[in-house]
């Protein structure tokens, strides 16, 4: 079935999806946005991956506490050519990793990626809150670099016809 699939002729990918920008402003309007990138340090060996994924647990765990639900929420981990990554793909089920880094380090480069409905300021203090309860829990610290959370714009289209 799957040559099949492949062998088919036509004109596939053609088809012009007609998109209600209202609409999906109306939603883009309900999420928090935030980015963050901070450093994580301990004086002891941790696993980056259970780093990662305790903080996506907390985090969901977290915003459970407010009903906010997460349209997207990942956490990247970086350390010396290790990377690895935690996705909340529902609020309903517990954290994932997608990306395992497979070391023990003590300190990682963290980058918190979310979407979420519920305030951008609130967002940020449940990221900051899980950031700390995650490190007090490992014996470690944190330091934020940067962090920005927002409620997008509406989006501005562009169309293209070929």
Not at 106 to 135: F, G, K, M, S, Y
């Amino acid at each position: 079935e799957l040559v099949a699939t492949l062998d088919r002729q036509g004109e596939f990918g053609q088809k012009r999806v007609e998109l209600d920008y209202d609409v999906y402003a109306e939603g883009e309007a309900e999420l928090g946005w935030l980015n963050s990138s901070l450093t994580v340090v301990s004086n002891q060996k941790f696993s980056l991956d259970a780093l990662l994924l305790e903080l996506v647990e907390r985090l969901r765990n977290s915003l459970a506490t407010i009903e906010a639900e997460a349209a997207h929420l990942k956490a990247i981990g970086l350390w010396e050519g290790f990377y690895g990554v935690a996705n909340l793909i529902s609020s309903d089920s517990p954290a994932q990793l997608s990306l395992p880094a497979d070391c023990q380090t003590d300190a990682a480069e963290l980058v918190i990626n979310a979407r979420v409905a519920v305030a951008p300021e609130t967002l940020q203090e449940h990221v900051e809150r899980a950031v700390a309860e995650t490190c007090k829990a490992l014996g470690a610290t944190a330091n934020f670099r940067q962090t920005r959370s927002f409620r997008p714009g509406r989006p501005v289209p562009t169309h293209r016809l070929n």
